[in-house]
């Protein structure tokens, strides 16, 4: 999409209004002209609008497929889009003004859409929250000025489609455009919006044979209404890691957040070299306990054992697990990844460094229920893969083993060997929206600027649940 304009403006700031530049939204009226008839002129955003006009002729009902589609004349100069399409526009169209923004219109009423009944299956809340979070990463447009609407739809695994408007229903007829020229079947797929959802999104949605439609907001009466007829999954206030679901909630399938997680063992590194801080840093102090207590404290209620990896075990008496130490002795984190997957008593590991104090129990359960078809199920983050953060199986240990006979300390190297599933930062930000779970510290400044952040809302709830067990 074309960067906005920029407007000279005056904020009030601290009692002083100062000149500021400002990006603002852009509206472009395009007249439609189909088989010679001026059918109405569409108020939208000026980018894309072949995909704008096939997608609103497509939600109308006036084509279902491109072999519809004769002829598509857009300029953009005058603000007119000349069609034909096959057959003929019927006779006394009355048009309806939609609730959207840009003053929206229809000419088929909802209720038509009351007959279509979308393709029942389930929906997963991850999923559902990644696609949220990747549309919000892409909605830069929004981030500029806030004056405009975004979309996307998905498949549950990754996202196919997603448009940005100053009308959140022309955000629908784009994205119902780019699905007919790129043949993508949506049937069955999410949508998430951040705009309001009222019956004319519904009535989309049912059209193009999305099971299950989302916004940041809420919906109307009429439209959890239509939804419940249509079959489609209603959900609103969509945010952080809450939702409101208002129909088919037996249809979405929430991710287990509570008890032991089975068949794995919690693995902490408690390292010990520390070249560049000077000192231990599984030692050090933060927010009144050690970073290894932190961590600890983190991952006893999630595992049925936990296991310290290291060669001072004294150092940690007051945490009650069982220390171990490494095989291949003073060879690295590669060589505290194989002790403790040796050690543990159970076939996968999840595996943590010392100096992560931020661990998220939401991003831990959240990599272990990933565990099936892979030997390792890694994050990737703002650096990159985090190993050190990561799910590893036993099949893992002998292409683990070679490389350290060969005296070769980088994780990864043994990674071309065995089945690596990564972890996309979209799939992980509805769980930690402030990023925190892989942030560490390897210099004293780096430690020094970590002492001033407060600690996340998870730890908290981790030390308020210790001491109602203690007390």
């Known amino acids: 999409m074309q960067s906005p304009p920029s407007l000279a403006i005056h904020r009030l700031e601290k009692g002083r209004l100062l000149p500021r530049q400002r990006s603002i939204v852009q509206e472009f009226p395009l007249r439609l002209v189909v088989n010679g008839r001026e059918l109405a002129t569409l108020v939208a955003s ?63 009423l909802p209720e038509e859409a009351e007959g279509k009944k979308v393709p029942s299956r389930s929906y997963s809340d991850a ?49 119902a455009g780019e699905a007919l020229f790129k043949s993508i079947d949506l049937s069955g797929s999410l949508l998430v919006t951040s705009g309001r959802i009222s019956t004319e999104m519904v009535a989309k949605a049912a059209r193009l044979g999305i099971g299950l439609l989302a916004s940041r907001t809420s919906p109307t009466d009429r439209a959890v209404e239509l939804a419940e007829r249509c079959g489609i999954v209603l959900v609103g206030y969509l945010r952080g890691d809450t939702m409101e679901v208002y129909t088919h909630a037996d249809r979405l399938h929430l991710a287990p957040r509570t ?43 999630l595992f049925e054992e936990v296991v310290i990896v290291t060669n001072s075990p004294g150092l940690y008496d007051n945490i009650p697990c069982r220390k171990v130490p490494d095989i291949y002795y003073a060879q690295g984190s590669l060589a505290g990844i194989h002790s403790g997957l040796c050690h543990a008593r159970t076939e996968k590991a999840f595996v943590v460094a010392c100096d ?12 272990c229920g990933r565990a099936a078809g892979a030997d390792v199920i890694i994050p990737v983050g703002e650096r990159g893969p985090e190993p050190l953060h ?15 006979d060969a005296g070769r300390r ?30 560490n510290i390897n210099t004293p400044q780096e430690y020094f600027a970590l002492r001033e952040a407060p600690l996340p809302q998870s730890a908290g709830l981790e030390r308020r649940q210790e001491r109602r067990a203690d007390g």
Do not use: W
Request: aromatic fraction near 6%; charged fraction near 20%.
């Open 46 to 108: 000026p980018h894309r609008l072949n995909a704008l006009t096939a997608g609103f002729l497509r939600l109308q009902g006036f084509i279902s497929s491109l072999d519809d589609l004769e002829c598509l004349g857009l300029c953009s100069e005058v603000g007119l889009a000349q069609v034909r399409i096959r057959g003929e526009i019927p006779g006394g169209l009355t048009p309806t003004l939609t609730s959207g923004c840009g003053t929206g219109i229809v000419f088929n």
């Open 127 to 175: 999923s559902l929250f990644a696609l949220m979070a990747e549309l919000a990463r892409r909605a830069e447009q929004y981030r500029e000025h806030g004056g405009i609407h975004s979309a996307a739809v998905g498949d549950g695994e990754r996202l196919l489609l997603c448009a940005e408007d100053i009308g959140r229903h022309n955000t629908l007829d784009r994205i």
């Open 259 to 301: 008890g032991k997680i089975p068949g794995v063992t919690g693995v902490i590194l408690a390292g010990g070299e520390s070249r560049r801080m000077g000192s231990d840093k599984s030692l050090l102090p933060l927010k009144g306990a050690r970073f290894i207590d932190h961590v600890y404290r983190t991952l006893a209620p």
């Open 356 to 367: 992560m104090p931020f661990v998220n129990p939401g991003v831990v359960r959240h990599l």
């Open 390 to 404: 990561a799910l590893y199986d036993k099949r893992c240990l002998p292409a683990m083993e070679e490389l350290l």
């Open 410 to 439: 980088r994780i990864v190297g043994f990674f071309p060997q065995v089945e690596v599933a990564e972890v996309a930062p979209a799939e992980l930000a509805p769980l930690d929206p402030q990023g925190l779970s892989f942030r």
